[in-house]
């Protein structure tokens, strides 16, 4: 990841930026752990993507509440 971002000229804001497992519902959870220089990125179970919130079984309950 840190070479590709050095080639393209980007800039990862580590503040900003979460990762997320989708999920079957029958999947049983397993913790998933992505680390950028030497930095844990936060996992997250609910996020906002374009202006929704999904979670991590694609459902989106939370953006319709």
């Not at 000229?9 to 990762?19: A, D, F, P, R, Y």
């Not at 029958?26 to 202006?51: H, R």
């Amino acid at each position: 990841m840190i070479e590709w971002f050095s080639a393209n000229k980007l800039v990862l804001n580590l503040e900003k930026t979460n990762i997320m497992k989708f999920l079957t519902i029958n999947q049983e959870y397993c913790e998933l752990t992505v680390s950028y220089k030497d930095e844990c990125i936060d996992e997250a179970v609910n996020l906002k993507f374009l202006a929704m919130q999904i979670d991590s079984h694609l459902n989106w309950r939370n953006h319709i509440d």
